[in-house]
T-cell receptor, first 117, second 113 residues
Framework: KAGVTQTPRYLIKTRGQQVTLSCSPI?????VSWYQQTPGQGLQFLFE???????NKGNFPGRFSGRQFSNSRSEMNVSTLELGDSALYLC????????????????FGPGTRLTVL | AQSVTQLGSHVSVSEGALVLLRCNYS??????LFWYVQYPNQGLQLLLK??????LVKGINGFEAEFKKSETSFHLTKPSAHMSDAAEYFC???????????FGGGTRVLVKP
């Protein structure tokens, strides 16, 4: 079974631009979560989507948004890029994502490394 | 709110020696606990997880971890380090197994020959 795929793997943008990152989950997985990894802040949760609906959201400004399509693929968008948005953006997928007693595991993709100049 | 503390941002071990990575958590509800490993320029790979049941959890690559509720700890161990274990290790907690993960700051492991 193919793993989580993310495109592109590397991206260079300038301040003020916007960017869209894509994530294809493992086949059959319906939950997709996004995380930001930086040297200073570590790994931080951005948001989770399940059945095309945002189900959880972290503490990030509204410039960070996402969506999920009917085939569970997800995109993440960052508008008006700032230097501090330079990071590795990781996507993770799981079967259902939540629920008491769930033993779901989140499987991570290789990430998209975004550099903002 | 949940939080995770990993003691030691860098750990250096000799090949063949014990690997011990410490993780303490705080959670208002029974937690689900995870250890992930990250190799350079790669994503996170699950080593092992604790959800319910047996408190000693065995994972891949010879790693294991023990959930100690009284100590709010979930330390990761491997009896004998291998050069391929050089990587960064992250402890994480969630309220449900697939839900939002809260990560510790990570511990980078260096293995000396």
């Amino acid at each position: 079974k193919a793993g989580v795929t993310q495109t592109p793997r590397y991206l260079i943008k300038t301040r003020g631009q916007q960017v869209t990152l894509s994530c294809s989950p493992i086949s059959g997985h319906r939950s997709v979560s996004w995380y930001q990894q930086t040297p200073g802040q570590g790994l931080q949760f951005l948001f989770e989507y399940f059945s095309e609906t945002q189900r959880n959201k972290g503490n990030f400004p509204g410039r960070f948004s996402g969506r999920q399509f009917s085939n569970s693929r997800s995109e993440m968008n960052v508008s008006t890029l700032e230097l501090g948005d330079s990071a590795l953006y990781l996507c993770a997928s799981s079967l259902e994502g939540t629920g008491a007693g769930s033993t779901d595991t989140q499987y991570f993709g290789p990430g998209t490394r975004l550099t903002v100049l | 709110a949940q939080s995770v503390t990993q003691l030691g941002s860098h750990v250096s071990v000799s090949e063949g020696a014990l690997v011990l990575l410490r993780c303490n958590y705080s959670s208002s509800v029974p937690p689900y606990l995870f250890w992930y490993v990250q190799y350079p320029n790669q994503g996170l790979q699950l080593l092992l997880k604790y959800t319910t049941g047996a408190t000693l959890v065995k994972g891949i690559n010879g790693f294991e971890a023990e959930f100690k509720k009284s100590e709010t700890s979930f330390h990761l161990t491997k009896p004998s380090a291998h050069m391929s274990d050089a990587a960064e290790y992250f402890c994480a907690v969630s309220k449900a197994a697939g839900n939002k993960l809260t990560f510790g700051g990570g511990t980078r492991v260096l293995v000396k020959p």
